[in-house]
């Protein structure tokens, strides 16, 4: 396709229906929180474990404290990328697929979110643990500000500055 018809079409955007932008973009968003589910169910299934091990005894009270709050993070941010799946099994057939895909967004976005905090508090653990040093606060900040731009910065600068209104 030539530049100028290219920039044509990108202009005018997608010739289809509701229900086919529907149906286009909970494929997309399925693909997306396959991605995040990996992530965070094998985050999870790891933090479950430590509490069994011999070292968890040894933590301090503070580390004990980190733990449990990261494991609740870690649960809420597997519910909200699972919830996605249940919502279109329970709304299937109901001929609303475009509200379902705003709450599957929604819950999508949530689960990132939950997801980043999951992550960051068994960052800060883990590194509380192996180091006992006072840099690991802003070693774990450093690493915060890394996923925001990743995350949200990037995506968010790119939406802005090629969007067309």
Known sequence: MPDAEQGR???RGRNETEDERADRMWQELIQE???AQMGVQILFGFLLTVVFTPKYEELSDTDQKIYIVTVLLGACATGALIGPVTLHRLVSG???KP?????ASRLTLLGLLLLLATTSASLLLILRVATHDGFVPYLVAGVVCWYLLCWFGLPMWARHRHTTR
């Open 94 to 96: 109901r001929r609303i």
């Open 99 to 103: 509200e379902a895909v705003r709450w």
């Open 9 to 11: 079409s990108r202009r």
């Open 33 to 35: 929180v396959r991605v």
